[in-house]
Structures are given as structure tokens and as C-alpha cells.
């Protein structure tokens, strides 16, 4: 049996579908189960437990094999990804497949980055064997930052390109990575097939939306202001601002294989991805 973490987000739903319909057995960890009635639906175990708070996850590892942690946007986050880990190794789990960032690095100025960097490396020296998967910019974020009434995107990427990577994609990869021993102790960073810009991304929008869509290059602090209008705490903004700043000096450019190597199928490609998501991008 798999445990999960993150299984009410975006790509944790996408993950434990997947999972369900390869017919694996699959236990989600939550704090609130009301917010997984859904993944209940699925058939999927629920398990109430709180990163935070340690002494509420030993029963959840109980007759887990292998586990996925996928951590939240947190001040916390090292701390519980190590909670997590502690519990695992006390559990006597056999494979932690952790969800990391393009980019993670224990030495990263950016602070997102370096938080994986450290969760990764406390993994490693928990002695259980491990799988890294780092994506890259996920083609779904477009979703909230391209709104139907909105006509413009502001992004801090400036002309640079990004092999964006599409969620569904992560989540063939995560499955494979849990089910597949050949997988243990390697790192994958995962992209896309095609690096793109942000002007010539916007304009595939457009043709889907049937009305121009227009890409603002904004600096950091221009981007950071934008969440904070939003209603993103300060620390939030400015780490999604840095992050995502980094991507204009070209570090998600680089196409890898990841995902015809370990998911054995092609990637999504951006044009596909805009036409499965066409209703949502009209409104």
C-alpha cells in the first residue's frame, strides 16, 4: 500500500487517480477528511494526520510500504518534510518518493529551492531509499494566471523560454517511480517536450480562447506586489516571486526525457494541453 501526502492539491488528486486505476492500494494523509470526499469516492484509505504534529502519523504509516511526500507552502515545510521522513523510517517503509522542485539545492539563495534542497538531502541520509522527481513550471499554474476575464498575464519570466511540464505527465511519472524498483536513488528533473516563451505560449491561448491573451513581463517585485493583492501572505509572495524570477535567467529552458524514460509515453504537449483545457481558459 502507498501513503500520499498532498492529495487534495492539484497534482496530489492527479497522482492518487492515477494510482487507483493502475489498481494500486492507496491511503492519503489529511488533516481535514471532509476536504477528500471525493478521493474517498475513489475507494482510497483516509488517514487523519498533521505534519506538524508527529505523534499523529505513526498510525498512518502502519502496513505502508511505500509513501510519496509532496509538501505544502509552508514556513514549516523542511520541518514537517522531516516529520514526515522520521515517521517513515520508524515505520520501516521501504521507498519514499519525494516531490521535489527543478532546481532544489540545500545552498539555493532562493528560498523555495532550498528548502527541497534540505528535505532532499535529509531523505537521503534517513537511509530509505528514495526517488527525486524535480518538474519544472507546471502548465496547469497558467490556469489561474490566464483568468477568461482577464486579457493579459503578467509573469516575471521576461523573453525567456520554459519547458513547461503538464501535471497529468508529473503524476505518470510519480506512479511509475513508486511501482518501479529501477527507479530508487535517481533524481529526474521534469519538462515538458518543448521549451517555449511566455509570448509564444500566450499566443496558443489566444487561439483556443478565440480573443487575444497578452504576456506582461513584470520584474520580481512587480510579480511579488501582484500576490500580495491577491491575498498571499508576504512570505508566500515573495518566495513564489524569487522563484519563479529565476526562470527569466533561464533555468527551466532545458528539454530532459524523464518522462518517455520513466513514464514510457510522450510528453503532453503545450498545443494539446491548451485544447484540453480550452473551457477553462474561455470561462
Not at 478565440?210 to 500576490?227: C, D, I, M, N, S
Not at 501572505?233 to 533555468?251: F, I, Q, T, Y
Request: charged letters at 20%; proline letters at 4%.
Amino acid at each position: 500500500m502507498f501513503l500520499i501526502t498532498g492529495a487534495t492539491g492539484n497534482n496530489g488528486q492527479e497522482i492518487v487517480k492515477q494510482l487507483v486505476a493502475a489498481g494500486q492500494c492507496v491511503r492519503i494523509l489529511v488533516r481535514d477528511p471532509q476536504k477528500a470526499a471525493d478521493l474517498q469516492a475513489l475507494g482510497v484509505e483516509i488517514a487523519t494526520g498533521d505534519l506538524d504534529h508527529p505523534d499523529t502519523l505513526d498510525r498512518a504509516f502502519e502496513s505502508i510500504e511505500k509513501a510519496l511526500l509532496l509538501p505544502a507552502n509552508s514556513l514549516q515545510q523542511v520541518e514537517q518534510e522531516q516529520n514526515f521522513i522520521d515517521a517513515a523510517k520508524r515505520a520501516d517503509t521501504m521507498h519514499i518518493v519525494k516531490f521535489s522542485a527543478a532546481g532544489a539545492d540545500r545552498n539555493s539563495p532562493i528560498q523555495i529551492l532550498n528548502w527541497h534542497g534540505q528535505a532532499e538531502q535529509y531523505l537521503e541520509q534517513s537511509g530509505i531509499p528514495f526517488t527525486h522527481l524535480r518538474p519544472v513550471f507546471f502548465m496547469q499554474n497558467l490556469l489561474q494566471f490566464a483568468a477568461p476575464t482577464q486579457n493579459e498575464i503578467y509573469l516575471p519570466f521576461g523573453d525567456a523560454t520554459v519547458a513547461m511540464v503538464d501535471i497529468r505527465d508529473i503524476a505518470a511519472v510519480v506512479v511509475k517511480a513508486l511501482i518501479e524498483p529501477e527507479h530508487e536513488g535517481k533524481a529526474y528533473t521534469i519538462t515538458g517536450a518543448e521549451a517555449l516563451t511566455m509570448h509564444q505560449a500566450v499566443d496558443r491561448i489566444s487561439q483556443v480562447r478565440g480573443r487575444p491573451l497578452h504576456y506582461v513581463a513584470v520584474t520580481a517585485e512587480g510579480f511579488k506586489q501582484g500576490l500580495l493583492q491577491w491575498g498571499q501572505p508576504e512570505w508566500l509572495a515573495g518566495a513564489l516571486s524569487d522563484l519563479l524570477a529565476s526562470v527569466a535567467e533561464g533555468r527551466q529552458s532545458a528539454v530532459t526525457t524523464a518522462i518517455a524514460d520513466v513514464a514510457q509515453k510522450q510528453p503532453i504537449s503545450f498545443a494539446q494541453f491548451t485544447q484540453d483545457y480550452a473551457s477553462a481558459f474561455k470561462g
